[in-house]
T-cell receptor, first 112, second 115 residues
Framework: TQLLKQSPQFLSIQEGENLTVYCNSSSVFSSLQWYRQEPGEGPVLLVTVVTGGEVKKLKRLTFQFGDARKDSSLHITAAQPGDTGLYLCAGLLMDSSYKLIFGSGTRLLVRP | GAVVSQHPSRVICKSGTSVKIECRSLDFQATTMFWYRQFPKQSLMLMATSNEGSKATYEQGVEKDKFLINHASLTLSTLTVTSAHPEDSSFYIC???????????FGAGTRLSVL
């Protein structure tokens, strides 16, 4: 059972287009993180959102944490081929375990 | 910055053999480390929590006798895949929290191929 569901699973877009990836759960998380992973490598942290309703921007990437801290979104403006990769959301459980639960992942392909 | 080192990065072994994967925190102490498995084109699935000086905690459906975890020091956790079979072929990744609850450092992963 996937605690965190991401959509879409796969996205193929043209360079310059905008896109949004969604991460949804019925559980409340202490915080939510977004990672990007290249093939054969470990995931690299993009951002951590902690407060319900929080919005963070990282250049062309905008991250939002839902008010109830159950969901999040990642919006990419004017996508570039270098944005191609696997995007993963991960929620930190409310207990003291430091345990991260990963979403199902969104594979993004940006065509030049 | 803090680094988690994983070794080996890639291993190929014969079916029935055991393989040990090491996860080290290089400049910080980690009383807890996590082990994940990732199949091709899928996300990371948490396998177990490695606890320094005590038994590991396994997620539901993960065989503890198959995936032996040892966390004997504050900087090293090992995952041993015992009697490996082709279906154990996967990408194994470790992580360690450090510098706060929202910071977790990931190893570069180990690609295991069982022939």
């Amino acid at each position: 059972t996937q605690l965190l569901k991401q959509s879409p699973q796969f996205l193929s877009i043209q360079e310059g287009e905008n896109l949004t990836v969604y991460c949804n759960s019925s559980s409340v998380f202490s915080s939510l993180q977004w990672y990007r992973q290249e093939p054969g490598e470990g995931p690299v942290l993009l951002v951590t959102v902690v407060t319900g309703g929080e919005v963070k921007k990282l250049k062309r990437l905008t991250f939002q944490f839902g008010d109830a801290r159950k969901d999040s979104s990642l919006h990419i403006t004017a996508a570039q081929p270098g944005d191609t990769g696997l995007y993963l959301c991960a929620g930190l459980l409310m207990d003291s375990s430091y345990k991260l639960i990963f979403g199902s992942g969104t594979r993004l392909l940006v065509r030049p | 910055g803090a680094v988690v080192s994983q070794h080996p990065s890639r291993v190929i072994c014969k079916s029935g053999t055991s393989v040990k994967i090491e996860c080290r925190s290089l400049d910080f102490q980690a009383t807890t480390m996590f082990w994940y498995r990732q199949f091709p084109k899928q996300s990371l699935m948490l396998m177990a929590t490695s606890n320094e000086g005590s038994k590991a905690t396994y997620e539901q459906g993960v065989e503890k006798d198959k995936f032996l975890i040892n966390h004997a020091s504050l900087t090293l956790s090992t995952l041993t895949v015992t009697s490996a079979h082709p279906e154990d072929s996967s990408f194994y990744i470790c992580s360690a929290p450090g510098g706060g609850k929202n910071i977790q450092y990931f190893g570069a992963g180990t690609r295991l191929s069982v022939l």
